[in-house]
Nanobody, 116 residues
Framework: QVQLVESGGGLVQAGGSLRLSCVTSGIIFSKTPMGWYRRAPGKQRELVADITSDGSTTYTLSVKGRFTISRDNAKATVYLQMNSLKPEDTSVYYC??????????WGQGTQVTVSS
């Protein structure tokens, strides 16, 4: 079955950095657009960034210039480098398919907490 396993979250001070990883299985990763999503308490899930099979990327305005999404097709893994973190980035972060592809089962996500 499809598995999406996120890791790399933690507690950091404002201005700090984290690198999230998502290891996938059960999908044809090299052909699949991937995204990072986040869901904070009381809010709906939000697409943070995505990356196509060719490496084209998009970002939500609030993280543009601070976050970088990348992928390693050989490892079937997508990454999110998060710099200059702000308290409002605090959320649970998830990976899944993107660009209109049907979502697969969500993983547990990884908690990112940014202190002020």
């Amino acid at each position: 079955q499809v598995q999406l396993v996120e890791s790399g979250g933690g507690l950091v001070q404002a201005g700090g950095s984290l690198r999230l990883s998502c290891v996938t299985s059960g999908i044809i990763f090299s052909k699949t657009p991937m995204g990072w999503y986040r869901r904070a308490p009381g809010k709906q899930r939000e697409l943070v960034a995505d990356i196509t099979s060719d490496g084209s990327t998009t970002y939500t305005l609030s993280v543009k210039g601070r976050f970088t999404i990348s992928r390693d097709n050989a490892k079937a893994t997508v990454y999110l480098q998060m710099n200059s973190l702000k308290p409002e980035d605090t959320s649970v972060y998830y990976c899944n398919v993107a660009r209109g592809w049907a979502w697969r089962s969500w993983g547990q996500g990884t908690q990112v907490t940014v202190s002020s």
